[in-house]
Structures are given as structure tokens and as C-alpha cells.
């Protein structure tokens, strides 16, 4: 005992220092205390209460000035998202200081305003659905922060010495008021009273059926823990979204309990209601945009966009749960995940579990999700055909069928082919685009003139050419249950390319030259074409190929060509790819058919040429001659009477045969004078002309015959060699009419 008395006298001294010390401390105490309430309604509005308690001791002590210049100075200086009043009761003097707010967003506006600054951390949730209800408020300020201003005024003022304006406020009590409950808590506000329940997962399941029609199924997991505390609100929730054309279904175990709801053939219309009614938001929304013209003609796409707000299924921020955003596609279709819907972002993987295609996965947490869709129906094409053909005169045509493995619908065949014409820059002109009447073309309607500027108006010379354009055509038609689209493109090989370029986003070449020289038979030529054809062939079957073939002529002898495997048959090369493209170069020699047809004219010609002068006669006359008896003489200035000579090859009695150096049968002898020519005399009866074949430079000398034979010469002569009188021609006996030249004969 006496042992703890001696340690109680050693400790008595430490005693007593500290109960004066608590004295002191509570001499010092702030001269007010901070009383604070935060109410907050159903609406989450509602008004932040602070109350200001000065006693009349604690004023006159360290207040200098009066209370009416202190109320004058706070009404000149109260922030302006602030109210205040002052009252008197019982010797304290009272300031309510109070911000009012509709909704959180205007509380924090005000705090901002008050603070000069936004705040770090102002949180109100006040959740009171079937997964939570509660309140509750997280703020980084205290209320001291919200008056600083006011303690500034005071200690500026000189209402308060500046030592002593740590002391100015004190901290009271501070409550949180929601519906009928309380919450105590600090001056910086920290509330959390949330009794909440949560779901484990949810899938978002789409069948795309057709273009712009959907089936869908959401499915929810719900742990038993959540079921187990408020099973039965869970259900009646639940039932609730299900739309009037949906239906829903429950799967229950001893883990956890499915609930899904699913509809059927939804166009973008009703999946956007759809998805209002189970996902309880207005906010949630379904964009569906063709973009087909981006792709092949033979691709059909759909660009679905969704924002859905999955926050009447969370606990506010106390709660989160796993999302995934599931796609199945019929046959021929395809889905990505594409931000613009033109590119591919992301395939998806193949779910085990739900067959579908996971195109998007994560947890909410409050923060609505967006879905970017592009939806694709694609046909393949399974086989081309490019057939090029060369025409006389230069100009090419390329016909290019595109042979689809599937037969589309009449409505999708019609779009491809004016999906194609759209590429190839055919637009119909609209009937209502044709002018009713001449006061339309005028412009006397609109006042306007048709007078060109001087600007506009063509200077002769300065106009320019415009380039050949190649004549192209479109359809499409069904072979042998095969649906075709068939391009055909005529004109020169420059027209051509051009018109190839926009058709299948590049120009490519294509190019034809032989040999200038037109009397050449066999000439050389060179043929070149290569041709991508863009998008066309961006879905192929697996045992796709092109078939390939160039009509040049006929008679063509192949040197070279690029493709080792090309034939040339019949004047057609033909070759076989299974590439996206066509490349080809060529050379070989034709014969020119018109070359040979220059020169079979050419000798026809001549050869006419040759039988035009023999028919002139001009091989067969010559020179006339005369023929005379031996031993006479001519009367006095005259010349011998020529004598008649047969023609050549032949042989007459007592003629011509002698006169050339040999012996006549009837001994007649031939005189030739070579000292003179014979001069031209006119024939006697005895006489006649004989016609000699080629051309005579001399004359011939004058002929005599043997007098002893010549009566009987002469008679025979006279009688059996008689010569038409025009032409010359031997007369056949008892003739009329001369056979060459058709002159009748005199008797």
C-alpha cells in the first residue's frame, strides 16, 4: 500500500500540470462554432446549411467593431451561390450561411465559385433501384474551406487581430440528412450508407439475319448472394423490361440464376426500342447506314452503330459487371468491329460457349458502351472471263464477265449492275431533268440570259480536242444458273484505259503495234495488257481463276509471250491464272491479207496490161510488100505492083518462102533491090496486103517472079489467099465476114 502512494506522490505533480494545461487550452477556444447539414432530396436537390454561433462574451472579447458593421460588411462581401441571415437569441448571435442546389451539377458549380477553385472530390449518389438504395456523399472541403472568405473579411477588416484568425471558427457537428435518416459525419463530408446487389454478367447476343434484320437475345447471370437478399424485387424487375414482341425466361442453380430475354426479325427500328425497354434507359440508341458503294459491287454492307446505357442495372459506383457483345452471321455474311465503317478492325473470336463471335468485351462501371458494327453480305465470284478482240481499223473491245457463285435476287442483281454503272460513270438523266418548254431553256422564267461572258466564250484555235472516249456497257444475265456481270468496253486502246481507270481504281496499259509498212505479207507485231480490277475480286471461292483470251486474226505465228503456258490457236491466245489480275505481253508475225491482196492486184494488172495490147493488135502487123512477075517492067514512073506474101510460117505457091533465101516449089526466082527502097504504089487487083507480126523498120524491097509460072501464080494466089482489106487478116475460104475484125468482104 505504501508502495502506491509513493508512486501516486511522484506522479501528482504530472497530474497537475496536465489539468492546467487543459484549462488553458480551453481558455483558447475559437470564438465560434460551425454547426452544418447537408440536405439531400429524392431528386438528389437539396441545400448545404452552415450555422455560425458568436456569444456576446466571446464578441466583445476578441471582436472590434460593431455587429452592424460586421452584418454591413457580409452583405457587401457574400459570395453570390451563398444566402445568409443573422438573428440574436438568448445573447448569441447566429449567422445561417446556405448554398441551395437543384442538382449535383449546380452544388458544384457554386462550391467552384465559393472555393475559387473546383473542387477535388464532390460526389452525391442517392441510388434507389432494386440493385441499391442508400445515400451517399464523398466531399474534399470542409466547411471552414466554404467560410475562408469570411475569415479574411474579419482579419482585414480589423474585426480580428491576425494572430488570433486561426481562432476566428471552430468546428461543431456536421449531418447529412436523406429521406428520414441522419448520418453523422466530419466537417469534410464522408457518407456511405448503400445497401446494394449486383449481377455477374451480361451477354449482348446478335443474329444477323439479312441486311438490316436481327434477332436478339440478352442474357443475365445473377449470383445467388443477390438473390438471396432480394430475390423476389430481382424477378419482378426483370419481368418488367421484357417489350410486348419479346420474351424472357428464367434458369435457376444453386450458384447463380439466368434470366434471358430475346426477340426475333428486328429491324434497326425495333432493336432501338428493344434495347430501351431491357436496358430501362432512353438513352440507348440504334444507327444503321448503307455503305455498300464503298465496297465491290458484289458486296453488300450495313454499318450498325448502338450506345447502350447499361446504368439501371449498376449500384451506382458501388457496384460493376462483365459485358460482352456477341455477333452470328449467316451463311455468306461476315461481321467486324469498324469505327467508320469501311475499315476491319477486329473479327472477333469464336465463343465455345455461345457459338458466336465476341466482337467486344469489358466491365461497366456506369459509363455507357458504344458498338460499331460493319455488317457484310458478300458474293463470290467464282470465275472471269476477259476476252479482248482486235478490229480492223485499230479499235480493241474487252468484254469482262464476272461469273458469281451464288445467284443473288432480282433486287440485288439490278443493285450490282448499277453499282458497276456508278463506277464506270454511266448516270441516266432524270425525266423530270428535260425541259418542258423553250422559256425554260431560255431562262426567261428566273430572268436569267444565256449570253455567255466574254470570259467564257471560245477563241477559234484555242479549242481543244477532246479525248476519244470509249463506248461502255453493263448488264447483267443469267448462264446456266449462274448470274454474270458482264463490262464491255469498246474503242482505241488509249480509250480504253481511260475508261478503265475509275471502273476498277486503276488505269492499267494496254497497247497494240505492227509493223507501218503496208506492202510488207509478213509483219511483226507486239500486244500488251495488264489489268487489275480493283474491289471486284475482293470475295473469291477457293477454286477461282480467270480465263483469258486475245482475238488477233488469223495467220499468226507466236515468237514470245510472257505467260510460258499461253496458246496460240486459230489466231486466238488463250491463258489460264488464278491471280487477281491480268499480265500479259506479246509478239509474234501475222500475214497481212491486205499485203497480198496489194500484190495479187498488182500482177492482175499487169497481166491485164499485156492481154489489153495483144488485143490492140500491137504483136501482130506488119509491114505491106509488093510482089511482081519476073521480067516485067512497071509502066514509066510508076513502081512495081506488089505481089502478095502469106503470113508468116506459112508457105504459098510462088511466094513469100523464096524471097527469104530458099526455093519456091514452082522455081520462081526473087529479086531484092538493096541499092533503093521500094516506093508505095497502089494495089492492082493482083495485089493484096499481108500482114507481118512484129514491127518492120525498112521496107521491103520489091519481089520478082519466074514469067514462065506466073499466069498460074497469080490465079492461085488470086483464088486461094485473099486477106482482109482493114486489118489484114487471112480470109478462110467462102467466108463473108473477116474473123478478127468482123468487115465484110467485097466480092
Not at 497537475?16 to 460551425?34: K, P, R, Y
Not at 503496208?518 to 500486244?527: D, G, I, P, R, T
Not at 510460117?649 to 529479086?671: L, N, R
Request: aromatic share 8%; proline share 5%; hydrophobic share 40%.
Amino acid at each position: 500500500m505504501r508502495e502506491i502512494l509513493n508512486k501516486m506522490r511522484n506522479r501528482l505533480p504530472i497530474l497537475c500540470g496536465a489539468v492546467l494545461l487543459m484549462f488553458l487550452l480551453a481558455g483558447c477556444s475559437a470564438g465560434s462554432t460551425i454547426d452544418a447539414n447537408l440536405v439531400i432530396n429524392k431528386d438528389l436537390s437539396g441545400v448545404r446549411q452552415m450555422n455560425i454561433a458568436i456569444s456576446e462574451d466571446v464578441f466583445q472579447e476578441y471582436f472590434t467593431g460593431s455587429i452592424e458593421d460586421l452584418n454591413a460588411l457580409i452583405a457587401q462581401n457574400c459570395p453570390q451561390g451563398m444566402t445568409w441571415t443573422y438573428s440574436e437569441e438568448g445573447g448569441v448571435r447566429q449567422y445561417n450561411m446556405e448554398i441551395a442546389f437543384s442538382s449535383p451539377e449546380e452544388y458544384r458549380e457554386k462550391v467552384t465559385s465559393i472555393l475559387g477553385s473546383e473542387p477535388e472530390q464532390l460526389e452525391i449518389a442517392a441510388p434507389d433501384t432494386v440493385w441499391a438504395s442508400g445515400i451517399s456523399v464523398a466531399e474534399s472541403f470542409t466547411n471552414q474551406d466554404l467560410l475562408k472568405w469570411m475569415r479574411d473579411l474579419l482579419v482585414g477588416n480589423g474585426f480580428v487581430p491576425e494572430e488570433q484568425a486561426g481562432m476566428i471558427f471552430s468546428d461543431g457537428t456536421t449531418n447529412v440528412v436523406y429521406g428520414d435518416q441522419t448520418y453523422r459525419t466530419g466537417s469534410r463530408i464522408n457518407v456511405s450508407e448503400v445497401e446494394y446487389v449486383t449481377i455477374d454478367s451480361m451477354q449482348i447476343m446478335t443474329q444477323v439475319n439479312d441486311l438490316g434484320n436481327y434477332s436478339r437475345q440478352v442474357v443475365i447471370q445473377i449470383p445467388a448472394s443477390s438473390m438471396n437478399k432480394k430475390g423476389e424485387e430481382i424477378k419482378a424487375f426483370m419481368d418488367g423490361v421484357v417489350p410486348a414482341s419479346a420474351t424472357g425466361t428464367w434458369e435457376e442453380s444453386e450458384e447463380r440464376t439466368i434470366f434471358t430475354v430475346s426477340a426475333q426479325q428486328m429491324d434497326p427500328a425495333g432493336l432501338a426500342a428493344f434495347n430501351t425497354a431491357v436496358f430501362v434507359s432512353p438513352e440507348c440508341t440504334v444507327d444503321s447506314v448503307d455503305v455498300s458503294s464503298y465496297f465491290s459491287p458484289f458486296t453488300f454492307g450495313t454499318h450498325l452503330t448502338e450506345h447502350i446505357d447499361l446504368s439501371g442495372y449498376l449500384a451506382g459506383d458501388y457496384s460493376s459487371f462483365h459485358v460482352s457483345y456477341e455477333i452470328l452471321m449467316a451463311e455468306d455474311y461476315q461481321a467486324y468491329s469498324s469505327s467508320d465503317g469501311i475499315s476491319q478492325d477486329y473479327g472477333g473470336w469464336l465463343s465455345e460457349e455461345s457459338g458466336y463471335y465476341v466482337l467486344g468485351e469489358g466491365w461497366c462501371n456506369g459509363q455507357p458502351m458504344d458498338y460499331s458494327i460493319l455488317i457484310q453480305k458478300n458474293y463470290k465470284v467464282q470465275e472471269l472471263s476477259v476476252e479482248t478482240a482486235r478490229h480492223l481499223g485499230g479499235d480493241l473491245t474487252r468484254t469482262s464477265s464476272f461469273a458469281l457463285e451464288k445467284v443473288p435476287t432480282d433486287a440485288e442483281q439490278q443493285a450490282m449492275v448499277q453499282a458497276v454503272e456508278a463506277k464506270a460513270g454511266i448516270v441516266a438523266t432524270p425525266e423530270d431533268a428535260v425541259p418542258e418548254s423553250a422559256d425554260e431553256v431560255s431562262g426567261e422564267d428566273t430572268g436569267e440570259t444565256d449570253a455567255a461572258s466574254p470570259e467564257d466564250a471560245e477563241t477559234p484555235g484555242e479549242e481543244e480536242e477532246e479525248p476519244e472516249v470509249a463506248e461502255v456497257t453493263i448488264s447483267g444475265e443469267l448462264v446456266e444458273d449462274a448470274f454474270q456481270v458482264v463490262i464491255s468496253q469498246k474503242g482505241s486502246p488509249e480509250a480504253i484505259s481511260r475508261s478503265t481507270e475509275p471502273l476498277f481504281d486503276g488505269a492499267g496499259t494496254l497497247s497494240y503495234a505492227v509493223d507501218r509498212e503496208f506492202w510488207k505479207v509478213k509483219k511483226q507485231e507486239a500486244f500488251t495488257e495488264n489489268l487489275s480490277f480493283g474491289n471486284f475480286l475482293d470475295q473469291v471461292t477457293e477454286d477461282f481463276r480467270i480465263l483469258y483470251t486475245v482475238k488477233l486474226g488469223m495467220f499468226r505465228d507466236m515468237q514470245y509471250c510472257s505467260d510460258e503456258e499461253a496458246l496460240m490457236e486459230g489466231g486466238t491466245l488463250s491463258m489460264e491464272t488464278d491471280r487477281a489480275r491480268v499480265s500479259v505481253t506479246y509478239v509474234g508475225t501475222k500475214l497481212d491479207l491486205l499485203a497480198i491482196l496489194f500484190w495479187v492486184l498488182v500482177a492482175l494488172g499487169v497481166l491485164n496490161l499485156l492481154i489489153t495490147l495483144v488485143k490492140a493488135g500491137l504483136f501482130k502487123k506488119l509491114p505491106k510488100i509488093q510482089v511482081k512477075q519476073a521480067g516485067a517492067a512497071a509502066p514509066a514512073g510508076t513502081a512495081p505492083a506488089p505481089t502478095a506474101i502469106p503470113e508468116a510460117g506459112t508457105a504459098q505457091a510462088g511466094t513469100t518462102s523464096a524471097a527469104f533465101g530458099g526455093q519456091s516449089e514452082v522455081g520462081t526466082t526473087v529479086a531484092v533491090p538493096v541499092t533503093e527502097p521500094a516506093q508505095a504504089v497502089q494495089p492492082s487487083q493482083t495485089a493484096t496486103e499481108v500482114p507481118v507480126t512484129g514491127t518492120v523498120a525498112q521496107p521491103v524491097p520489091a519481089v520478082t517472079v519466074d514469067q514462065e509460072r506466073t499466069p498460074a501464080v497469080q490465079a492461085d494466089t488470086v483464088q486461094a489467099v485473099r486477106f482482109c482489106p482493114k486489118c489484114g487478116t487471112p480470109r478462110e475460104a467462102g467466108s463473108m465476114f473477116c474473123e478478127e475484125c468482123g468487115s465484110r468482104f467485097e466480092e
